[in-house]
């Protein structure tokens, strides 16, 4: 037993509608009880989609548990076969129907109905959505492809992206652009938008381009293990990797790299005078292990941030997370519990949060600049303009969105210049934004142990040194965003020093020390 | 429009049943209202990941409030061993309590998973309650979806609570039902100006200020889903005070008068005290009564407020129901509504495919439906109204019963203010 109080990812059979939300004429029969429903507005409120998820649920009461639950799933199978005529469909369970044991794909073989029907299997106690998700395209794509001859012209698939989807769907349409560039035709982009008869012919592709592994690479093994189509490793996010993604390519088509580069901005943009400010500035960064590792890569190489926390959410990609983590110098953050990746935000101190909707929510409490690079998401962001993340406009879209939350950088001088001004004081927040940001709140509620450990740590270390009203006043001084990471380096430096007293010499000296 | 207009009414209609999809929440969702209003309250979900994911997707709105609610997810190992369960439960809530020591009244919430293996919270509730009474209080009752729908998660914490409350032997009347605080205030103030004395409302603020229930006990319903707590507090010795429920000028005029009648107040002194806000909310209703007046309206089943709400649209604003559809219609309660509601279709429970068909079939002006219906309606081209508004907005009594009524008559007037800018 494990309490929870907000959820990264939801359970198993979410990430199954994931996928029949995404598709086309593909219909999920669930075994659930009432209640379950509310899954439905996941897609219709937060996504806006125009249209019920295909999903029946079978929504079983207390009262049918000691009857017959087994005649009722049967029932609901039947009936939204005969209403809906999918191409396709699946069955399968949510946590409760899986304790009554029914076993929806045996019973719905007894109908023999006229399609397809994937019973799915997914263990709802031990894993969670973006696995239901990976199982559920894994077993369409295994019931459902065919043998088939390869198409005439080189082709790929598109796999991964599925409804609910972080900018799946610019992403899709941005990388189908990118490929029809360099003369590759998409034979099947799935699962969103595509049909069962779609998933007949993925065989027909020369390769895949996998954008989503937390969706979608457990089919491209199979694909590739049955089919024997190669798969691309890359992930286009940022500039750097989408010319390494067009190479990957390239050497899988056999076509030309070369690729028009005019509408990519964002090399400029970051080299211009104006970005020199962004130089260093801290973040920290969490999300899926995918859009963290590679929005790890973009700030750092391509923007010139500090990259102070990187981590995800998903343990299933603890490996190549960690592994990306060393090469900042960091121990990676695998953790579902947004408790501690609210301490480790507090410990590293950054200036701006690249996170999920969980981090967006620690960073307003935090007083903290952010923006959200990875699901889970709310409805701001899927937006009604073109956003793709990946690609050269993606690249584009990185840019803008990351530095959008920051104080410009002409208006970051003036900050610190006139703090005590009426207009430019170092709580007034960036002036191109409405709202004000709160300063950091040093102690909150409910106060996970690691962070309470960390704040008494630094509690001890406050009384054991000695701030003197100069230097106190002084401190006051900085920014409000940077200032919290001033007092801790410059009480690290005198504790180290053996210094009990700091004055403003101990200020200076401990800002010479950990010069950037 | 007056008590006397005569109603032939829906008393006697015929109620179509239907047992299919049941498109609503469960009983887990009134967490999101009751934890805000007994701020020191914790609520913890003995559940699964999905109760977790529906509390968060559903809270939505809430999501930068301070959580006091959560889930204890069972895990493989809880299923497996039943005592270990109970063990693990008893560790995470002594974590809790430790460190939140705020804490005055904890509610373990059993789930649809929690009641399928039987776990046994009652017990749990128990020894807990031992261990740390009287500072913290501990109660338990079920959310589950097998068992409950959407609204009734508050009419089984309220009933649980009410097992609990201390006894009295002097008369008192019991405000029943999760209000928020303006508008118990608003409440509190009417009653006052009557004279009544020694009021309390369930659920209180805070546990300090719990009611007390006794044989002189008499207590009024503000929400038309609270029947297990209405029979709690009959069980207890307390006696009913029957009226419709307080939506707009005429249920609030008459919950009031019942009020009133059952403390001997002079009609004199009742029309005196509610002379002034009345006149105020028909003003305020008559505003959003223009654009409602003549419309059609369907109501899909959620949270057992249809039919006193479309009483009201339908008399006070003069909407035409075509279908009210009610997740349960309990008669003992809905008596004095159904008796003023005009003619139309209800339904009962839910098969949410059929009820789509008629809805189609009756192209009806408004739609009042949940939150997983509501854009593909759109889409199709019907006007709706998100019923979980109803729940979370203020909307009783005078001073509300315009506010009640905008919320229908936005949707409209802003289709047609999209329409017009269009064209």
């Known amino acids: ?516 | 429009m007056s008590l006397d207009t005569p109603t032939t009414g829906c008393l006697h209609t015929p109620v179509l049943r239907e047992r299919g999809q049941r498109e609503v929440f469960c009983g887990l969702t009134g967490i999101i209202w009751l934890h805000r209003k007994m701020q020191d309250a914790f609520f913890l979900v003995v559940g699964s990941r999905t109760c977790a994911h529906l509390l968060q997707s559903a809270a939505g709105v809430m999501i930068f409030a301070e959580p006091r609610f959560g889930t204890a997810i069972l895990e493989e190992k809880d299923l497996a061993g039943l005592a270990d369960a109970h063990v693990e439960l008893e560790r995470e809530v002594e974590r809790l309590l430790a460190r939140r020591p705020d804490i005055r009244q904890l509610f373990l919430v059993g789930s649809c998973p929690s009641e399928v293996i039987k776990l046994d919270l009652s017990r749990t509730a128990e020894r807990l309650n031992a261990r740390h009474g009287p500072s913290v209080r501990v109660y338990n009752y079920s959310g589950s979806g097998i068992e409950t729908t959407f609204t009734q998660g508050e009419d089984a914490c309220l009933a649980a609570m009410v097992r609990g409350l201390d006894e009295t032997a002097d008369a008192n009347l019991l405000v029943v039902g999760a209000l928020p605080d303006v508008v118990e205030d608003q409440c509190l103030s009417l009653l006052t100006q009557m004279g009544i004395r020694n009021v309390s409302f369930l659920p209180s603020r805070r546990a300090s200020g719990a009611p007390k229930v006794g044989p002189k006990t008499r207590f009024i319903l503000t929400q038309p889903f609270l029947a297990d707590t209405a029979h709690a507090l009959e069980r207890r010795g307390a006696e009913r005070i029957t009226a419709v429920f307080p939506f707009g000028e005429e249920g609030t005029n008459d919950w009031l008068r019942a009020v009133a009648k059952a403390h001997g107040v002079t009609l004199e002194t009742f029309e005196s005290v509610t002379a002034a806000p009345r006149a105020r909310a028909r003003k305020a209703v008559a505003a959003h009564a223009e654009t409602l007046r003549d419309k059609t309206l369907f109501m899909f089943p959620d949270s057992q407020l249809e039919i006193p709400l479309a009483r009201f649209l339908a008399r006070e604003c003069g909407m035409l129901p075509v279908e009210v559809g009610t997740p349960y219609l309990h008669r003992g309660l809905m008596e004095p509504e159904l008796a003023l509601l005009p003619t139309t279709v209800l339904s009962e429970g839910q098969d949410v495919d059929l009820q789509l068909d008629r809805h189609a079939a009756l192209n009806p002006d408004l739609t009042v439906c949940g939150l997983g219906l509501a854009n593909p309606l759109e889409a199709a081209g019907h006007a709706t109204k998100w019923a979980i508004e109803l729940v979370f907005t203020p909307v009783h009594f005078y001073e509300q019963a315009g506010d009640l009524a905008a919320l229908f008559s936005r949707p409209l007037r802003r289709r047609a203010l999209l329409q017009g800018a269009a064209e």
Request: proline share 6%; aromatic share 8%.
């Open chain 1, 1 to 516: 037993m494990k309490l929870t109080l907000w959820t990264y990812e939801g359970p198993p059979h979410v990430g199954a509608m994931r996928v029949a939300t995404g598709m086309r004429s593909v219909h999920y029969v669930l075994h659930a009880p009432q209640g379950d429903t509310y899954a439905d507005l996941l897609f219709t409120m937060i996504e806006r989609r125009n249209h019920r998820p295909p999903v029946t649920f079978t929504t079983f009461q207390a009262s049918d548990l000691g009857a017959d639950t087994a005649t009722l799933f049967k029932r609901a199978a039947q009936s939204a076969f005969d209403r809906f005529q999918p191409q396709a469909m699946i069955v399968g369970a949510s946590c409760t129907a899986e304790l009554i044991q029914d076993d929806p794909g045996g019973l719905a073989s007894t109908l023999g109905l006229p399609c397809p029907v994937v019973p799915l299997d997914l263990p709802s106690y031990s894993r969670k959505e973006n696995f239901g998700a990976d199982e559920t395209f894994l077993a369409l794509t295994r019931a459902l492809a065919q043998p088939c001859d390869r198409t005439a012209e080189v082709s790929c698939n598109i796999l991964g992206a599925t409804a609910l989807g972080f900018r799946h769907r610019d992403d899709v349409a941005e990388i189908t652009k990118l490929l029809t560039q360099m003369g590759i035709a998409v034979n099947v982009a799935a699962p969103l938008d595509a049909t069962p008869e779609d998933l007949k012919r993925l065989p027909a592709a020369h390769f895949n381009v996998l954008l989503y592994p937390e969706t979608g690479e457990s089919a491209a093994r199979w694909l590739e293990k049955t089919h024997a189509q190669p798969w691309t490793k890359t992930i286009p996010i940022g500039a750097e990797a989408t010319r390494e993604f067009i190479i990957e390519v390239a050497a899988l088509a056999n076509v030309s790299a070369q690729v028009d580069e005019k509408n990519l901005r964002q090399p400029w943009w970051s080299a211009s005078v104006d970005s020199t400010y962004l130089t260093g500035k801290r973040v920290f960064i969490f999300g899926d292990a995918t859009h963290a590792i590679a929005a790890a890569r973009v700030a750092s190489k391509e923007i010139g941030f500090e990259v102070v926390g990187l981590g995800c959410y998903n343990r299933e990609f603890a490996r190549p997370m960690r592994a990306a983590a060393k090469d900042y110098g960091l121990e990676a953050l695998i953790s579902d519990d947004y408790l501690d990746v609210e301490a480790a935000i507090i410990a590293a101190a950054p200036e701006l949060i690249l996170g999920t909707q969980m981090e967006r929510h620690i960073a307003k409490r935090l007083g903290i600049a952010c923006a959200v690079i990875s699901a889970p998401v709310h409805v701001q962001d899927f937006p009604a303009r073109y956003s793709p993340q990946m690609g050269f406009e993606g690249a584009n879209v990185l840019f803008d969105t990351w530095i959008h939350p920051l104080v410009m950088g002409l208006e970051e001088h003036l900050l610190t210049m006139f703090r005590e001004d009426f207009e430019f004081h170092d709580a007034a927040g960036p002036s191109h934004h409405g709202g004000k940001a709160t300063p950091a709140q040093p102690i909150l509620e409910p106060t996970p142990d690691a962070a309470t450990q960390m704040i008494e740590a630094a509690q001890a270390l406050a009384d054991a040194l000695h701030w003197l009203p100069d230097a106190e006043r002084e401190l006051k001084k900085i920014p409000f965003f940077v200032r919290a990471k001033a007092r801790r380096n410059t009480e690290k430096y005198a504790a180290e020093k053996g210094v009990t007293q700091i004055s403003i010499e101990t200020l200076y000296e401990a800002k010479a020390h950990y010069a950037r």
